[in-house]
């Protein structure tokens, strides 16, 4: 692929090269300028030397994919933190792959089904068992008596009547985040959709299932964790909501009839994209669940492009936003468990940084780690995350280093964060990473900005153009 001049499109998408002027207008002499924000600020300036970057504005609406409620078959199960099918699109297309295509944090399967669209061999993997089920549900091949057999179940579920059986969980939150006839009506249908005889049809109900909890519970899914719906924001600050009164307000008398519509009305969407969107293309994705820093353990093939967005290194932990389904879908059973799967996976939150040692030494990170005001971090452990983050990614690259193919591509949708008014340019420090092992760095569209608490804002002004999203384009 050829050089990109100065304005251009990519993949349908217009970008514009950043080389007319620096990229922050403040010198280091600058009187808004505090010393630690200088230190950073030269700190950026080396590590983005030589590195080729673009305003991606244009990709802005595709690495944050706020509509994907909408787009057929992303709209399965409510996963927020995926980017469009589009975006994947537009990658294959411009740097022409025909090879294979790996996504070593498959969440619900973007990147695989945007390959299976084009015809590609495709490999996904996953910690999150939620994930590794959905990702198989969407890009899973339905035939024509499959969707016979659709039709049967959601005609068997409409017409199911409510049992007098009373069902137990062993989720211990669930009387707080459920009216409790709902809750019940929940477990009621789980039961029979386990009963489906055919696993194709009982896995597509069950991903059907999970999708709505969160839309018949008193809960969201709201940036790092779970909100509670009943607990409101006012001009005044939050207030909370009675939950018997708030349930009142919000839900029918018929609670069973309630949840089985709802399970009905999202499996009628499920369908109307099956048989009008899917099954044209034979290459179902193979999807693995488990440690992407271990994937060359799973598959040996030669990977042509590898298109992920990984954890960012924020201290969000996933496991605790997908709470409630993996306690309500049985994946975990106990608080040991659930312990356990928070330790696994990449460390970009606190509750997984100790599985293991850093190996991994750099200069960047450890002056920046030296800029923390630790009397502001609201967790000690925040430098080793830090660590462990970028320990992890220089053991991902170097083995995705080792399995791509000549000539072949790695772009990664990552956001920078901030800490105690320092940022960590994550873009800047994987290319550099990458740059280390021996990938080429092709591109850095810089897409959107992004937002932090109105504390952190005041402290990072001067620095506000690195608190960012982008995509880092390798070449091998």
């Given at each position: 692929?050829?050089?990109?001049?100065?304005?251009?499109?990519?993949?349908?998408?217009?970008?514009?090269?950043?080389?007319?002027?620096?990229?922050?207008?403040?010198?280091?002499?600058?009187?808004?300028?505090?010393?630690?924000?200088?230190?950073?600020?030269?700190?950026?300036?080396?590590?983005?030397?030589?590195?080729?970057?673009?305003?991606?504005?244009?990709?802005?609406?595709?690495?944050?994919?706020?509509?994907?409620?909408?787009?057929?078959?992303?709209?399965?199960?409510?996963?927020?933190?995926?980017?469009?099918?589009?975006?994947?699109?537009?990658?294959?297309?411009?740097?022409?792959?025909?090879?294979?295509?790996?996504?070593?944090?498959?969440?619900?399967?973007?990147?695989?089904?945007?390959?299976?669209?084009?015809?590609?061999?495709?490999?996904?993997?996953?910690?999150?068992?939620?994930?590794?089920?959905?990702?198989?549900?969407?890009?899973?091949?339905?035939?024509?008596?499959?969707?016979?057999?659709?039709?049967?179940?959601?005609?068997?579920?409409?017409?199911?009547?409510?049992?007098?059986?009373?069902?137990?969980?062993?989720?211990?939150?669930?009387?707080?985040?459920?009216?409790?006839?709902?809750?019940q009506s929940l477990l009621q249908l789980k039961k029979h959709i386990m009963g489906i005889e055919s696993e194709i049809i009982r896995n597509l109900f069950f991903v059907a299932w999970l999708s709505i909890i969160e839309e018949t519970s008193?809960?969201?899914?709201?940036?790092?964790?779970?909100?509670?719906?009943?607990?409101?924001?006012?001009?005044?600050?939050?207030?909370?909501?009675?939950?018997?009164?708030?349930?009142?307000?919000?839900?029918?008398?018929?609670?069973?009839?309630?949840?089985?519509?709802?399970?009905?009305?999202?499996?009628?969407?499920?369908?109307?994209?099956?048989?009008?969107?899917?099954?044209?293309?034979?290459?179902?994705?193979?999807?693995?669940?488990?440690?992407?820093?271990?994937?060359?353990?799973?598959?040996?093939?030669?990977?042509?492009?590898?298109?992920?967005?990984?954890?960012?290194?924020?201290?969000?932990?996933?496991?605790?936003?997908?709470?409630?389904?993996?306690?309500?879908?049985?994946?975990?059973?106990?608080?040991e468990e659930f312990r356990l799967l928070r330790k696994t996976g990449f460390r970009s939150n606190t509750n997984a940084v100790d599985r293991k040692p850093v190996i991994y030494q750099n200069e960047n990170i450890e002056q920046l780690i030296?800029?923390?005001?630790?009397?502001?971090?609201?967790?000690?452990?925040?430098?080793?995350?830090?660590?462990?983050?970028?320990?992890?990614?220089?053991?991902?690259?170097?083995k995705l280093h080792q399995q791509t193919t000549r000539g072949g591509f790695v772009g990664v949708v990552v956001g920078n964060s901030a800490y105690a008014g320092v940022i960590i340019p994550a873009d800047f420090l994987i290319a550099n990473?990458?740059?280390?092992?021996?990938?080429?760095?092709?591109?850095?569209?810089?897409?959107?900005?992004?937002?932090?608490?109105?504390?952190?804002?005041?402290?990072?002004?001067?620095?506000?153009?690195?608190?960012?999203?982008?995509?880092?384009?390798?070449?091998?």
């Open positions: 692929m050829s050089e990109f001049a100065y304005k251009t499109t990519f993949g349908k998408f217009q970008v514009e090269r950043m080389v007319a002027e620096p990229y922050l207008q403040y010198g280091f002499f600058d009187e808004t300028i505090e010393d630690k924000q200088a230190q950073q600020l030269k700190i950026f300036r080396e590590l983005e030397n030589g590195l080729p970057m673009f305003d991606g504005t244009a990709f802005s609406n595709q690495v944050h994919f706020q509509n994907a409620h909408k787009i057929p078959v992303q709209r399965w199960f409510p996963y927020r933190e995926g980017y469009s099918t589009r975006l994947v699109h537009a990658f294959i297309n411009e740097l022409k792959i025909t090879g294979n295509v790996f996504d070593p944090f498959s969440g619900s399967g973007t990147t695989l089904m945007a390959a299976r669209t084009n015809n590609l061999r495709s490999f996904g993997m996953d910690v999150n068992p939620i994930s590794v089920l959905v990702a198989r549900v969407e890009n899973e091949k339905y035939r024509f008596d499959d969707i016979q057999s659709i039709l049967l179940e959601i005609g068997r579920i409409q017409s199911f009547a409510k049992p007098n059986e009373r069902f137990e969980t062993s989720f211990e939150l669930a009387e707080k985040m459920f009216n409790e006839d709902i809750l008193n809960i969201k899914k709201e940036g790092n964790g779970l909100k509670y719906k009943n607990r409101k924001r006012t001009a005044s600050g939050y207030i909370n909501i009675e939950k018997d009164v708030w349930e009142k307000q919000t839900f029918p008398k018929d609670k069973f009839g309630f949840v089985q519509e709802k399970l009905t009305r999202h499996l009628g969407t499920i369908l109307t994209d099956i048989e009008h969107s899917f099954g044209a293309c034979e290459n179902k994705p193979q999807v693995f669940e488990g440690d992407c820093l271990e994937f060359d353990e799973y598959f040996s093939d030669q990977i042509q492009l590898t298109f992920f967005s990984p954890p960012y290194c924020n201290c969000f932990d996933y496991f605790e936003i997908h709470k409630v389904d993996l306690w309500l879908g049985n994946f975990v059973k106990s608080k030296s800029l923390f005001d630790v009397e502001m971090l609201w967790n000690s452990r925040i430098p080793s995350v830090v660590r462990g983050y970028f320990d992890d990614m220089n053991t991902l690259f170097n990473i990458a740059r280390e092992i021996g990938f080429k760095v092709k591109n850095i569209f810089v897409t959107r900005h992004l937002t932090t608490s109105s504390q952190q804002k005041r402290k990072l002004s001067p620095l506000k153009n690195y608190l960012r999203e982008s995509i880092v384009l390798l070449e091998k």
